[in-house]
């Protein structure tokens, strides 16, 4: 069972698509409709409106009216509602088709997940059919979608039916959604019918433009149905799935470094749990991370040999809680501003201070010389303005891509027009970054490349095995080499990123 603990209320408004007989299909929980409101409260979603046929919004779990039952406005209508919900709305709006039958989880990878940008739920699974179109995924991203009227060349994923738009693209989907509407109602889009809002609306997002995480379902399951037997299945499914055990999984990243991997997150994963059911938060751990660090530059300030290795088992230690911190909050979802930020501050705070400590540790006892013995002092320095600079380059790069973005928002048009059928093919990588995504499918270079940047995994165990074995002028002559490469390798990557 997931732990008990305190989440945070979803940002998020949902609309559940109940416009097809499925959602009103039984199972232990009610119907699907009264399954799938159960599940977004247990999220802590209080904004849910239902969308009943011919586009009458209704609050969960009021019923409708005579007429709302029998009135049938189609497609358009459900658009035009979708459209009105987005223009009033004032965070990420989540459309859900009714008749889906989900783990938990798997609607949180979305409604949990901290960018709170839009996204959409997608397979790996190859296995497409009508309520499971087939997509492409690019780079953690949508790049094209399909529905019975729009194709998708090379396509390597399934859209599951669950739609997040982010605050920045909600004009984009309003007017997405009446565009859709106007092509339904005149025919335009052929036989399409109201279970193909979503999956319009997905293509309509895609081809204006926006930029629509691929939020992936690895092992879970979500599953639109379409009659009793199809729904029976689909429950009989999620029990197939111990969730709990993926969302221990998935708290640990598939894509840290070599050091993180093999040597923290091996094991650090057996203590999530028993952080989870002592209540700890992301925020504690990382401040005892810090007070581990602390003591490490402590220790290493005394000199001794016996200091060193101590200092450096410290070391070590306060980085298994730095990578737990992070774990602990993508399995608990207590994702917060401020705990993300105290996080990268932690990290800078504590690599510092233990630079202080080593340079202490080394002039201790010794004769004082411009700079301290050695001129320790000066590499301490260096290797600190070393790895500014360092930080400087990878955020200025992430801050100027993210302007790019907004501005080529602002003044973009559709990328694809709503009427081509099919959508285009993406251009391949060329030059340096088609030669590095060829080089990514080895494992040792894979590696290599994880490694050559110097991440924060493999400074500290760098730290830790130097000063220990050696001493601390040595530990700055590797910190500074090594990161001198690595920024060279940074440098020459966003430059190619960005010529492309």
């Known amino acids: 069972m997931t732990p008990s603990l305190t989440r945070a209320s979803s940002t998020a408004s949902v ?48 019923q409708p009216e005579p007429e709302h039952a029998v009135h049938a406005g189609g497609l358009g209508a459900d658009l035009r509602a979708v459209a009105k919900l987005a223009r009033g709305s004032t965070g990420p709006l989540v459309v859900l088709p009714a008749d889906l039958v989900a783990h938990n989880d798997a609607l949180g990878l979305l409604l949990q997940h901290p960018a709170r940008g839009s996204a959409a739920l997608v397979s790996s699974d190859a296995d497409v059919g009508p309520l499971r179109p087939p997509v492409r995924v690019e780079g953690g991203r949508v790049v094209a979608a399909a ?48 279970v193909e809002a979503v999956d319009l609306l997905l293509v309509g997002l895609v081809r204006a433009g926006a930029r629509v995480r691929a939020a992936r379902l690895g092992p879970l399951h979500a599953d639109r149905v379409t009659g009793q037997a199809g729904a029976d299945g689909a429950i009989t499914r999620l029990a197939e799935v111990d969730e709990d055990q993926v969302r221990l999984d998935t708290a640990v990243k598939d894509r840290d470094g070599f050091f993180t991997t093999f040597c923290v997150s091996s094991w650090s994963r057996h203590l999530v749990r028993p952080a989870a059911r002592l209540r700890l938060t992301p925020n504690t751990v990382t401040g005892c991370s810090v007070g581990l660090a602390v003591l490490a530059a402590v220790w290493f300030s005394a000199g001794t040999r016996g200091a060193m290795v101590l200092g450096a088992v410290l070391v070590y230690l306060s980085f298994v809680l730095d990578c737990l911190d992070g774990q602990l909050a993508r399995y608990t979802r207590m994702f917060t501003p401020l705990g993300a930020w105290a996080d990268g501050m932690a990290d800078r705070l504590k690599e510092y201070i233990v630079y202080a400590g080593l340079a202490l540790g080394y002039a201790g006892g010794l004769p004082w010389q411009h700079g301290g013995p050695d001129g320790i002092w000066y590499l301490a320095i260096a290797a600190m303005i070393l790895q500014v600079v360092r930080h400087a380059i990878d955020f200025a790069y992430g801050g100027s891509v ?10 973009a048009k559709p990328v694809r027009s709503l009427l081509e059928e099919t959508d285009g093919r993406a251009a391949p990588a060329q030059g340096v970054l088609g030669l590095s995504h060829r080089l990514e499918r080895g494992s040792l ?6 490694m050559i940047v110097l991440p924060i995994g493999e ?42």
């Not at 499925?22 to 399954?35: I, N």
């Not at 209080?46 to 779990?61: E, K």
């Not at 565009?179 to 889009?189: M, P, V």
Request: net charge neutral.
């Open 15 to 62: 609309v559940l698509l109940a416009t097809t007989p499925a959602c009103r299909l039984s199972c232990a929980d009610g119907t699907l409709l009264d399954r799938l409101g159960d599940q977004l409260a247990a999220l802590s979603v209080r904004d849910v409106q239902v969308l009943t046929p011919g586009g009458a919004l209704l609050a969960h779990g009021e």
């Open 147 to 194: 529905s019975s009227f729009h194709t998708v060349p090379q396509a390597n994923a399934t859209f599951r039916g669950v739609l997040q738009t982010g605050e920045a693209d909600l004009t984009r989907l309003a007017d997405v959604a009446e565009e859709l509407a106007d092509l339904a109602e005149s025919g335009r889009l052929g036989p399409v019918s109201a």
């Open 402 to 411: 993210a302007d790019a973005a907004k501005v080529g928002a602002l003044w």
């Open 445 to 450: 270079i894979h590696w290599a490349k994880k």
């Open 459 to 500: 400074r500290m165990a760098l730290i830790a095995v130097t000063a220990a074995l050696f001493n601390a002028r040595v530990t700055f002559a590797a910190l500074i080499t090594w990161g001198s490469v690595a920024a060279l390798y940074q440098l020459t990557g966003r430059i190619a990123r960005s010529a492309r």
